[in-house]
């Protein structure tokens, strides 16, 4: 059955269509990956189709179907992604000396905003009868594309650099895929997954190229835009790696302002590490762009960026801007959102509030201004970088007489 809510798959350099049947993951008008395409949709059959009540109750990404690539007689692969909690935090706003809430992603059922891009590749990938879905991750993506393979009943096969945290690599073999840690960094075993999908004919989910990705990563955007209906923030905040995820979340909110189910759009702020900084360098049109990246924040160490374009697209289109922060800021950044709100965030997790933090320095974001932040990822998965944020335990005797050398009498001081 045709998915007729959607009309083509449309390449962002060129404009060339091609029908969104077929597995397709870039425009051949160009070499390489360069020519990233876009899903384009039938928006009036959307909102016919459309009928949910806009009430804020979002069990999961699901109650969004109609907005999604999907065939209608798709059995959906889930695990309940999507309809994250959104937090009004009161300390982190004093913290940072401006009004900001929290939308937790990690608290999908793998631990990262990346299972809703992967609900709908494993649901189309089983759908059109694939025998091997593959992708290369830093961890993140690995980890959600296993456990959702293991749902599917499809054999899952990853390449991950060899440095990828090891709470990250645990998960996926878990889940029972087969982990292949290459020898180099995250473009290498890109290309390298890249080139097996060629050779082999395995379904790629490799957010960057697979024009579906996105389209799942939006419904980050639908759901913000339901849950802040009536109090839409001046500015909605997210790190950046390969620009899929500020692309998906902007194109989400935006729909739903050209449906007319919210009033106002936010401006777009996009956060890098400064060892990871190529589609911020490309945004401000920077002559030297570096493409080897390093960061603590593995999830967006990424040195060639395959959705620059989109990335760029969100941030224009939105009259937002980006910018860059270093690694200790992004670990100062995990501790602050721990110790004032109780949110356990991975350094990418982190990220964007190191960026509202500088933002805020610089003028960007004016101090009266509202601010969302999306958290991307679970602390969980990167344990190594919450101790280096927040410090070894205090290490005592087995007695009283220590608690009191540390605390007094009172044991409240």
Request: proline share 5%; glycine share 10%; hydrophobic share 35%.
């Amino acid at each position: 059955m045709v998915m007729e809510h959607v009309t083509s798959l449309e390449c962002t350099l060129c404009g060339e269509t091609y029908a969104p049947d077929q597995i397709i993951y870039t425009c051949p008008n160009h070499e390489g990956v360069a020519g990233i395409l876009e899903v384009q949709y039938d928006y009036d059959l959307i909102n016919d189709r459309f009928d949910e009540p806009l009430d804020g109750v979002i069990e999961s990404q699901w109650k969004y179907r109609a907005f999604l690539p999907i065939n209608d007689d798709a059995p959906a692969v889930t695990l309940n992604e999507g309809g994250t909690d959104l937090f009004v935090t009161p300390n982190l706003s004093d913290e940072l000396g401006v009004d900001i809430r929290i939308k937790d992603d990690g608290r999908n059922p793998t631990g990262v905003l990346k299972d809703r891009a992967t609900s709908v590749s494993v649901t189309k990938a089983a759908y059109l009868g694939q025998d091997v879905i593959t992708c290369a991750s830093t961890g993140n993506a690995a980890a959600s594309l296993a456990g959702y393979a293991a749902r599917a009943g499809l054999p899952c096969r990853i390449f991950v650099p060899d440095a990828a945290p090891e709470e990250k690599l645990a998960q996926p073999l878990v889940y029972g895929a087969d982990v292949l840690a290459v020898d180099g960094s995250y473009d290498e075993a890109y290309d390298l997954s890249m080139d097996v999908t060629e050779a082999f004919g395995w379904y790629n989910r490799n957010a960057a190229v697979n024009p579906f990705q996105v389209e799942g990563k939006r419904t980050v955007g639908l759901e913000l835009a339901e849950q802040t209906k009536g109090d839409v923030p001046d500015w909605l905040v997210f790190s950046m790696g390969d620009g899929c995820t500020i692309y998906g979340g902007w194109k989400g909110f935006r729909e739903f302002y050209d449906l007319g189910f919210v009033d106002e759009t936010p401006k777009m702020l996009g956060v890098q590490a400064t060892g990871a900084s190529a589609i911020h360098d490309t945004f401000h049109s920077h002559d030297d762009i570096d493409d080897v990246a390093k960061t603590v924040a593995d999830s967006i160490s990424v040195g060639r960026p395959r959705n620059t374009v989109k990335a760029c697209k969100a941030l224009e289109e939105s009259d937002g801007t980006s910018l860059l922060v270093t690694d200790e800021e992004i670990l100062a950044a995990e501790k602050t959102l721990g110790t004032t709100e109780g949110i356990y965030a991975e350094p990418a997790g982190a990220t964007p509030i190191a960026g509202v933090r500088k933002a805020l320095d610089q003028g960007i974001i004016e101090p009266d201004e509202t601010v969302l932040a999306v958290v991307t990822g679970y602390g969980l998965k990167d344990t190594k970088s919450a101790m280096k944020a927040s410090g070894e335990p205090q290490y005592i005797g087995p007695d009283l007489e220590a608690v009191d050398t540390l605390y007094g009498d009172t044991g409240s001081s």
